[in-house]
């Protein structure tokens, strides 16, 4: 490697670094700041030299610039970070656009082999009948046995219109080569929309990327020719995105000059207002927006905004409460940093921020805001709202957690191949609404099981386990070894009945996986409906007019007590996969 051009690569990157810097504390003591500035730039590159030059091994001069680098963001928050030329396209697909060439279809690696795990309506694995569960042997005659997902994944991926060849076995049978021509793929924001119980429209919005407004525009206005009484908007594990597509779609329900979201900084030249600058689509229709915890950033603003207007009920758990706005700025080499720029403020004045990363304890750790730094803030109707905790619904549905056998099922991948058996021995299923599997079919998935391991310890198996292991240390296990043996035993037996004890949430989780066999995300989505406690609620609130006006007069909400909506009908997200970007 050219250690020369490394360096000179460095000295560039920590030039700009220095120019943002520089910008941020301007209104500082300008000529200490600017030694500082310098005297530590010239110090990391030293060191960066001697130890390139010096240091006994050969050293990977770009993964220890990263790791340099990732470092010096660590102790600011986690959405602040330093993205290399080598994760630009990635970047952009999980962050700003949806658009890919390939073959419509996801996978994952098991025991050394790789499995399709979804394939998408329209795209080529479906038209050449790819389904899920189909292992793929080769692509492109390149063995893809011990590959992992991104390994394989590249290989998937390429140009629109080329073609690519796959070795594909299905359930025992001798392997098929397929050849497909890729395509552009395009996963939409809007995952799903239509119509529900109440004649009410229903909007599923996954994320914030680009053109997301003008599909929520699309399917409201699809919608309405049906004549809606009221609609459903869906950000449930919504992570976010960019910030100017939240502020669209708010206007699609507000009137016109009026303020959704307003971003302040230390950099008054970044310090916006976003106003909304149409007449609304639909200012008049009862609205239900539904959020969970894993509602974040641009989502919060949506519902944070639309609360603060008295525009809508907000129906679920209390959302993430990330508040901070990020902006991306280009560095040399085709890399770039995200970098935390404001925090936003919804029209009552509140801030949703619940993490404080400026005020860390001593061990670097990070807390929430204190209870006793949360104001209170008025909606334009005088209702209550917080700040510093997230958006907190108007009307609140507990969330459970599903058995634990529930979960060994789905982690195990027996829910998955069993529908992958049932697709394969079933040609085709009608009336997916309706769809539900009998006693007999459930009994059949039952004896499937018979032979499969689904180990898995209960809440109580585990207490008793540590009974076990605390009686064992202080020399008293024998005198209990008698009690302990026959508690352990009867555990043993009411743990066999947990199949037909969570028979019905089993059923759930099961019928989602089958019907998404045949019809794709349109299928999870219908058949979980009947099962949505959530959207149920909503339902129910908007054919109460009364009901919908007091909430929105503040004159109360009240609290609905129920199971747990399947993630399954959309993508699960993490703290830290979506930001709400300037872009």
Known sequence: MNKGKVLFKKYKKQAFFAGILMLAFCTWSFKDDLFQISKNLDVFASVYKEVNINYVDDINSAKMIKTGVDAMLDGLDPYTEFVPESEIEEYKLHYV??????????????????YVSEVFGGFPAQKADIRPGDELVKINDINLAGKDNDQVGLLLKGAKGASIKLLLKRDGTPPVEKTLVRDEIKQPNVSYYGMVDGNMGYIKLDKFLENSSDEV??????????????????????????LQEAVKIVNLFVPKDVEVVSQRGKIKEKNATYNTVSEPLEPNLPLV?????????????VAGSLQDLDRAIIIGQRSYGKGLVQQTFNLPYNSLVKITIAKYYVPSGRCIQEIDYTHRKDDGSVVKVADSLIHEFKTKDGRSVYDGSGIYPDIFVKQDHFANITEALVGKLLIFDYATLYRNTHPTLDNLRAFSLSDGEYADFVKYLADKNYSYNTTSEKLLADLKNASTKEKQFIEIQNEY?????????????????????????LENEIASRYYFGKGRYETNFKYDKELAQAVKVMQDKELVASILKGEGSYKVIG????????????????????Q
């Open 217 to 242: 525009t699309n399917a409201l206005v699809s919608i309405k020719k049906n004549n809606p009484n009221g609609i459903i908007l869906d950000l449930r594990s919504n992570g976010g995105g960019i």
């Open 485 to 509: 043996d026959a508690l352990k035993a009867k555990m043993a037996a009411s743990k066999k009945n947990d199949l037909q004890l969570h028979k019905d949430e089993i059923k759930e989780v």
């Open 97 to 114: 656009s949806t658009q890919y060439g390939g073959i419509g279809a996801g996978i994952f690696a098991r025991n050394g082999r790789v």
């Open 289 to 301: 927006v539904l959020v969970n915890s894993h509602s974040a950033s641009a989502s919060e603003i």
């Open 563 to 582: 199971k747990p909506v399947l993630a399954m009908a959309g993508k699960k997200t993490d703290k830290d996969t979506d930001s709400t970007d300037n």
